[in-house]
């Protein structure tokens, strides 16, 4: 079973808007850090967002923040990630984690090139982005 299905990934043009969904999968999120992260393949994984749940505090890399949002819905145990304004170099796989009692310090760290362990990973949704 998988802890973290995501969806929402496709092919947009440049310019447009992506909303991503990370669902968790027969467990609450409360307590977690939910953190997004993007792949390129023969690259470094980054981390885009995270959210600390427990209070909806929102982190952001360089490259998505005032672009990007990741919100949640508690009611669902889903983790949004909404791209807008798209551009080339958003392309790739996205990835959603989920950390259990990492604290607001640590969540912010995954959007840093230090993130924190993150015990679960969903199985990734494909962003293609054309001009």
């Known amino acids: 079973q998988v802890p973290l299905v995501e969806s929402g990934g496709g092919s947009v043009q440049a310019g447009g808007s992506l909303r991503l969904s990370c669902a968790a999968d027969?467990?609450?999120?409360?307590?977690?850090?939910i953190g997004w992260f993007r792949q390129v393949q023969g690259k470094e994984r980054e981390g885009v967002a995270s959210?600390?749940?427990?209070?909806?505090?929102?982190y952001y890399s360089g490259r998505a923040q005032g672009r990007f949002t990741i919100s949640q819905d508690d009611s669902k145990a889903t983790t949004y990630l909404d791209l807008n304004n798209i551009k080339s170099e958003d392309a790739g796989m996205y990835y959603c984690?989920?950390?259990?009692?990492?604290?607001?310090?640590?969540?912010?760290?995954?959007?840093?090139?230090?993130?924190?362990?993150?015990?679960?990973w969903g199985q990734g949704t494909q962003v293609t982005v054309s001009s």
């Open positions: 027969g467990y609450t999120f409360i307590s977690h850090c």
């Open positions: 959210i600390y749940t427990s209070s909806a505090t929102t």
């Open positions: 984690a989920s950390a259990w009692l990492v604290g607001p310090t640590d969540c912010s760290r995954a959007v840093t090139r230090s993130p924190p362990d993150f015990d679960h």
